[in-house]
């Protein structure tokens, strides 16, 4: 079975700086998505970021990098310029690419705070 | 771009009632849409799989009767929480896939029950 690891349960930094969200993972497929999900005060789930494990070069949606490893089964969100609307918890996750009825799998989140 | 809505947003009950939420697809269909449950500041656990056309998959140590759910249409599933207790007071989030590559999560149901 696939499982999510995030080790971080709280992290915080100062507003302007950059900061990297660890995750790892478990799985014996060789080809599925991992995603980055914000989840603000409001509860709402927000996709940050998608990595399709095929791809070596790792994604970038403007302030929001990753760094996939595949071998090692690392996939890191490193946020740059954290502005205070960036305080959210953030979850890393799982699917088989297979299927687009696979269900995602979710790590158990790091509660990201910014300092002003 | 494509959106999931809930309802309600949030519902309080007495205990032994039965409570529905509804969870839609509004601008694309989904064979298979997903129920989870949040805790305060946990992450979301997977409750079951709503499959349209036939029964839903649950994960393990979710009560079926407890727990019911119909996939009525493909925009459309409901969970229904039967003889609702206050242990059964959450947060629920539904989620259906547009595609492979994405999914699309509901604003949630704050259940409270008294």
């Known amino acids: 079975a696939q499982t999510v690891t995030q080790s971080q349960p709280e992290m915080s930094v100062q507003e302007a700086e950059t900061v990297t969200l660890s995750c790892t993972y478990d799985?014996?497929?060789?080809?599925?998505?991992l995603f980055w999900y914000k989840q603000p005060p409001s509860r709402q789930m927000i996709l940050v970021i998608r990595?399709?494990?095929?791809?070596?070069q790792n994604a970038t949606e403007n302030r929001f990098s990753v760094n996939f490893q595949k071998a090692a089964k690392s996939f890191s969100l490193k946020i740059s310029d954290s502005q205070l609307g960036d305080a959210a918890m953030y979850f890393c996750?799982?699917?088989?690419?297979?299927?687009?009825?696979?269900?995602?799998?979710f790590g158990k989140g790091t509660r990201l705070h910014i300092l002003p | 771009g494509a959106v999931v809505s809930q309802h309600p947003s949030r519902v309080i009950c007495k205990s032994g009632t039965s409570v529905k939420i509804e969870c839609r697809s509004l601008d694309f269909q989904a064979t298979t849409m997903f129920w989870y449950r949040q805790f305060p500041k946990k992450s979301l656990m997977l409750m079951a799989t709503?499959?349209?056309?036939?029964?839903?998959?649950?994960e393990q140590g979710v009560e079926k009767d407890k727990f019911l759910i119909n996939h009525a249409s493909l925009t459309l599933s409901t969970l229904t929480v039967t003889s609702a207790h206050p242990e059964d007071s959450s947060f629920y989030i539904c989620s259906a896939p547009s595609s492979v590559e994405t999914q699309y999560f509901g604003p949630g149901t704050r259940l409270l029950v008294l």
């Open positions: 799985t014996s497929e060789s080809d599925y998505y």
């Open positions: 996750a799982y699917r088989n690419s297979r299927l687009r009825d696979d269900k995602i799998i």
């Open positions: 990595q399709e494990a095929y791809k070596q």
């Open positions: 709503s499959n349209e056309g036939s029964k839903a998959t649950y």
